[in-house]
């Protein structure tokens, strides 16, 4: 089955600073990218995500580029704020009548003030 | 308002109860989802469903089991609880156009 892989476990960067997140996936027939945010007692939402025909996608201060090829993708932040602290979590999504998603470890985001 | 309702919240019960994590959502969506998760921890499919009278179990070992009998409820159950089975249980949706996940609240369980 498919197998995502997630890094850093921890991020801390100083407020205005780039996060970036990345990740690797197993299956190669996985065709739907998502990323979403955690906050605290929070449920999972989500911010962004890539299909596998599209290489680079942004909105606002987040963008995610995708590799097929090496099966990578990634999370950019710019310019980050106090209030993007969160754990972030990538995933893979194969639709196979219906879409089955499997997420990485997830990324605990510190951003300093 | 459409949303993913989990009931109950929180629950503390002891060693060998059986227990059932009700999920229902309102937002017209045909796929369904149980992920557990430990706070701000990975999330684990356990059980999801692509439509009424339809199982699958995931990736996740999981002594639960599920079932679907209407497309808006999706309930889990454990037939007798064990303090292994502690953890928080998250119930979403999406209705497969997007793959989009919805989440419930979650249902905080601890097994003493």
């Known amino acids: 089955g498919e197998n995502v892989e997630q890094h850093p476990s921890t991020l801390s960067v100083q407020e205005g600073d780039s996060a970036v997140i990345k990740c690797t996936y197993s299956?190669?027939?996985?065709?739907?990218f998502p990323w979403y945010k955690q906050e605290l007692g929070k449920r999972p939402q989500l911010i962004i995500d890539i299909r596998s025909n599209v290489g680079e996608k942004k909105d606002q201060r987040i963008a995610v580029t995708l590799n097929k090829t090496a099966k990578h993708f990634s999370l950019h932040i710019t310019e980050t704020q106090p209030e993007d602290s969160a754990v972030y979590f990538c995933a893979a999504s194969i639709n196979t009548g219906g879409f089955k998603t499997i997420f990485g470890a997830g990324t605990r985001l510190f951003v300093k003030a | 308002e459409a949303d993913i309702y989990q009931t109950p919240r929180y629950l503390v019960i002891g060693t060998g109860k059986k227990i059932t994590l009700e999920c229902s959502q309102t937002?017209?969506?045909?796929?369904m989802y149980w992920y557990q998760q430990d706070p701000g921890m990975e999330l684990h499919l356990i059980h999801y469903?692509?439509?009424?009278?339809?199982?699958e179990k995931g990736d996740l070992s999981s002594e639960s089991t599920v079932s679907r009998i209407r497309t808006e409820h999706f309930p889990l159950t454990l037939e007798s609880a064990r303090p292994s089975h502690t953890s928080q249980y998250l119930c979403?949706?999406?209705?497969?156009?997007?793959?989009?996940?919805?989440f419930g609240e979650g249902s905080r369980l601890t097994v003493l």
């Open positions: 299956d190669s027939a996985s065709n739907y």
């Open positions: 937002m017209g969506h045909d796929k």
């Open positions: 979403a949706s999406t209705s497969g156009n997007t793959g989009e996940l919805f």
């Open positions: 469903s692509y439509g009424v009278n339809s199982t």
